[in-house]
Nanobody
């Protein structure tokens, strides 16, 4: 299993970006997927999760009005689109594969069994 996150970088406050997660080594369409983030000095926190075919999604309260998680199983890719970025969104963003099926059980770090290397997002002027 390999997950490769990309798309991070320096963004001004109020800006937007789209992160991508390229999956290999397993059938992406068979797994719920999620995004987490980790800021310096803080634990890894849930951002969003998506069902196997993208029909249902879940978001953390801090980002749900500004974020869309999506997927293209044929391209073996999961996306995270974020708008109106704030300095507090600065973090390393990780994509991960949930070990179970169901958004209610794909929320905690321990619910996920495979992780990408992360991509750094810095929101600053």
């Amino acid at each position: 299993v390999q997950l490769q996150a990309s798309g991070g970088g320096l963004v001004q406050p109020g800006g937007s970006l789209r992160l991508s997660c390229a999956a290999s080594g397993f059938l992406l369409g068979g797994a719920y997927m999620g995004w987490f983030r980790q800021s310096p000095g803080k634990g890894r926190e849930f951002v969003a999760a998506i069902s196997r075919y993208g029909e249902t999604t879940a978001y953390a309260d801090a980002v749900k009005a500004r974020t869309t998680i999506s997927r293209e199983n044929a391209k073996k890719t999961v996306y995270l689109q974020m708008h109106t970025l704030k300095p507090e969104d600065t973090a390393i963003y990780y994509c991960a594969r949930c070990r179970r099926l169901g958004l209610g059980v794909c929320r905690q770090v321990s619910d996920f069994d495979s992780w990408g290397q992360g991509t750094l997002v810095t929101v600053s002027s």
